[in-house]
């Protein structure tokens, strides 16, 4: 297993572009932040990839060469085509992993694989937000103490119209009063997914060494493993016994 | 609780009127054999709707007053229109069940709801099936012993491209050698959903006790409980705490 | 379905005798507020066992007479008598439901069915407790909004040392900035548990209208049904098939 | 992640000691055998424990060094002693990764943290076997196909009275008729179980390269990860917030 993780960061790549505010706080893009990240660490093959690209970035070849994709989006969630989520989707499903930050849970990607709307709360505000770890061992926690604390933050608030998770390993606390299922995986064919909640795109978060980590444990969590097959025997089957 | 379950059974309805074989199995149509079944219980309201009615006879109105839908699909789940899957869909997330039954496992609504392909194994032969009860105690299972052994049906079999079942209820043995989990549990949104394998259209399976004993069970395991609510707090809220 | 649910509530009662300031809260035991609360529901005949009648009141006939099980226990967990805990859990897994009340995450009974430690963080002090509900449309946040407040409750924060929950009902946010599981769904043999997280013994929680709601749902919801059976096809067997 | 993994391979070491039979199938015991197909392979540090060892020859010492424990039993469950059983179990919870095979379903340690009998339907006859992956993609399926045959074994088939699985890797089908949960994991604590059916003492399944293989990869997959923690931050705790 010396081969590098293919990734691939996938950003909306359009509040850097028209928001000032914005452009100070990731002026190489969120995609440029978290790859300069992940590239500092040994065994990551990354590479980045923006809605208004040919084919969004993600064009067959290059999701037949990458192993985990993290996505962020906001605004433009409509503006995805169709048919790229859904050759997304049957790379998820043929072993890929996903990682889906903050506002990708209203993407077309998330929502299609979970099969839910994905709807929450919200709040623009001043909030402090402290990241429970709830599944201690799990190793997209591997670094991390008790919690992450964030001292500024969007509120996202429960319900999360998403379905129960495999394995919840972050809740999330607000100082506005409200709780959040801040991390979740799931299993979609031989793929794997994790949702991740912060990352407001107004604030530093994705400066922070402690989210850097855990995305990049998520990563690796979600990565193919050598088990993943090319293809599954199905359809029409002779018996085997007679 | 004693306003009837309110049903909507579904059939896609081409084979009973174009093949001899079916018609004579099912001579009103698979939705009126399960329409007779569920009848003669008490607590039910049923109404039947097909694919070639206007909407597929899944009007906002009807689907409004359907607590839970029972849907049967094989040939033709192409022509079945995205906005009326996309309605259905809205009414299971709102809390109305969903039973899936056989080739439903390829409709687009169990699809969608479940985020993956829903691929598996085939054979129409003369295979042998017994549905062994897994999770003894659950509602489903109401009336049903060890097992239900069905004589002939078609071979569904591993691997069976679905999420994990959050309840797994049965699993079947065939004769041909295969293993398939017959009977899962998923919640989406506010919504159950029972997906049901036996029922070729070929063969009588409809027409067993057992069988409709089942579907009928999962037919109150999926209806909506007094604890549905009518809309959820969620999008831009005020903080509880200063 | 006519039947009442025949619940039996234990309470440990010791700190009612003797502690003044709990039995100004709860002057008839937590056991007899919760009894009171139960009895003014129709549906219900309700008992009462402590732990320091003879067998603790669980008496296999008790037991055998039991649908459901509230379990309220703190300062005495160890005087519980194995022999008692072992006829729980055989009860238990035969389809007797099972509440857990607050402090009786670390009963024996509730270990011995989780497999765990089922540890916390704790601390009694004046924090402000909202419990948020996660799985809106679940039958035990039947009549429950967003969420319950309470002014004043014992602190309980993550990691809660238990297996994933199968449903997570209810998510706590706390003042002092911890956040918990605090309704908790599970199922063994056929038998249905649910944890609930407020009740200190100090705090008039069990007094409040809401609490007892949740209280009363989970008792319908861990009712035995109709499909539990006396006993099951287990052991040596002979073959199905030649 | 070059240090090895630390085996220790516990059994009974009964049957093979007093019935020539068995004897004749695992000269070495079935421990001897397991130690042999793991020793061949990169990354294992293989040892090996029997009941009969003073303290089981699962010392304090032993089990601090062992990251994955395999445990085969199945005449002298009951010889375990107590105290043995719960060293075990703490180990489990604070990360030691647990492999139970075949008859270990009814081992003191399984059902310990299970929280139920596990129960079963069994038969020594001469059944074929045939186990279905359900979970391709799956770590323990590494270089498994479909399915895994063994023409002789003992029949076990279901209900299987355990929780249910976080992750459902096999199911077996068999001859006589019966289905079976034949590779099931779970999560208790910061440790992971595997449950896998296959290995009658009487029968060769041991030596079967596949089922070698499965061990194996089972052994992988339990084996703690950097994420575990010494110790978690639990008990009485001071506010976060003012």
């Known amino acids: 297993m010396t081969a590098p993780i293919r990734v691939t960061i996938w950003n909306e790549y359009r509040h850097e572009r028209h928001s000032e505010v914005v452009a100070k706080v990731y002026p190489e893009g969120i995609h440029g932040t978290l ?44 503006e995805v085509r169709d048919e790229i989520v859904d050759r997304v989707q049957k790379r998820v499903l043929a072993g890929m992993g996903l990682v889906a930050l903050h506002s990708a849970h209203y993407s077309k990607i998330f929502r299609r694989l979970l099969g839910t709307e994905c709807d929450l709360k919200w709040r ?46 972050f809740v999330s606390w607000f100082s506005g009063g409200e709780v959040f299922r801040s991390g979740c995986c799931y299993t979609r064919g031989q793929g794997r997914i994790f ?4 990352g407001h795109e107004t604030i530093p978060t994705y400066h922070n060494p402690e989210i850097q980590r ?13 088990a993943v097959k090319k293809s599954l025997v199905i359809g029409n089957t002779q018996p085997l016994e007679k």
Chains 1, 2, 3, 4 share one sequence.
């Open 35 to 78: 790859a300069n990240a992940l590239g500092k660490e040994e065994g990551y093959s990354v590479r980045t990839a923006t809605l208004d690209e040919p084919e969004h970035g993600l064009t067959q070849e290059v999701l037949d060469n990458t192993d985990v994709l993290i996505w962020w989006g906001h605004m433009a969630h409509g």
């Open 124 to 169: 623009e505000a001043d909030d402090h937000e402290r990241l429970w770890v709830i599944a201690h061992g799990h190793p997209i926690t591997e670094g991390i103490g008790d919690y992450i604390e964030l001292e500024h933050e969007e509120m996202y608030g429960e319900p999360f119209g998403i379905p129960e998770p495999e394995t919840l390993v």
């Open 195 to 198: 949702y991740f909640r912060p």
């Open 214 to 226: 855990v995305i990049s444990n998520s990563v690796r969590w979600a990565a193919p493993t050598a």
